[in-house]
């Protein structure tokens, strides 16, 4: 679609940010939404828009994503989902059977945060943009706790590795907390917490102290946990879940 001049919202600065807009709505993470609107999908009035930080005004304004007015707005809704291994962490089902393929529920819901396609586990989904936003964000500091399974030789010193920072991406990370389950021969378990989430982060730090990963399992976002819900399964959130998110 050709890109035409397109008048900013009567509201102005006052408008909502359109990355915003599409992640309250469910459509995508704000940051998925980013790169929605960046690759051209979406039209306000009619003229293609490509930055994430465009205001419109959804009272007044069409917006449109790939040819298609959005919906109505949905009501909100968060559920806890215990993701099985071979399942992929996003809306894009060309990258494999999608966690959102597990809940077949009538609201867009996306996930919040990722693990990645072996892993197992609590994951949030939601289409709540708010929400969504306070659980992601580095600020907000919400802690994860992973029941890691791993093949090396456990010493004082590979266990001090696994809590210390690391460079992924050109950012070192935060310290992580490391606490021995069980030690075996050569196969052991270890809980590790963290207050951030990097790509694959579990699994450099076991590799950089020498061990194979042979499975991983995020046991707790903050202080919720879910001992009895099945791979698989999934439930809404209460408002004591809500309460335990942030302790």
């Not at 393929?101 to 609590?122: F, H, I, Y």
């Not at 004082?156 to 069980?182: F, K, N, Q």
């Not at 270890?190 to 102290?209: F, K």
């Amino acid at each position: 679609m050709q890109n035409t001049p397109v008048k900013k919202s009567d509201t102005g600065a006052g408008g909502e940010r359109l990355q915003l807009f599409l992640a309250r709505r469910g459509v995508a993470s704000r940051r998925h939404a980013a790169d929605i609107i960046a690759a051209g999908r979406v039209t306000v009035n009619g003229a293609t828009i490509t930055e994430p930080g465009f205001r419109v005004n959804p009272g007044n304004d069409a917006i449109s994503l790939d040819g298609a007015p959005l919906p109505a707005a949905e009501r909100l809704r968060t559920i806890l989902l215990n993701k099985p291994a071979g399942v992929v962490c996003s809306t894009d089902r060309t990258q494999g059977r999608s966690v959102c393929d597990l809940v077949g529920l009538p609201e867009r819901l996306v996930p919040v945060g990722r693990l990645d396609k072996e892993s197992e586990g609590l994951l949030l989904l939601s289409n709540d943009g708010d929400f969504i936003q306070r659980m992601t964000h580095p600020r907000h500091g919400h802690t994860k706790t992973y029941t890691v399974t791993v093949v090396g030789r456990l010493t004082a010193a590979a266990v001090r590795s696994l809590g210390e920072p690391i460079e992924l991406d050109g950012y070192l990370t935060r310290p992580a907390r490391v606490r021995v389950l069980s030690a075996g021969d050569s196969c052991h378990v270890v809980a590790i917490t963290l207050s951030e989430g990097r790509n694959r982060q579990i699994r450099h730090l076991c590799a950089r102290a020498g061990f194979n990963v042979v499975r991983l399992v995020r046991t707790a976002i903050g202080g919720l946990s879910a001992p009895t819900l099945k791979p698989g399964a999934w439930r809404d959130i209460r408002p004591a879940d809500i309460r335990r998110l942030d302790a």
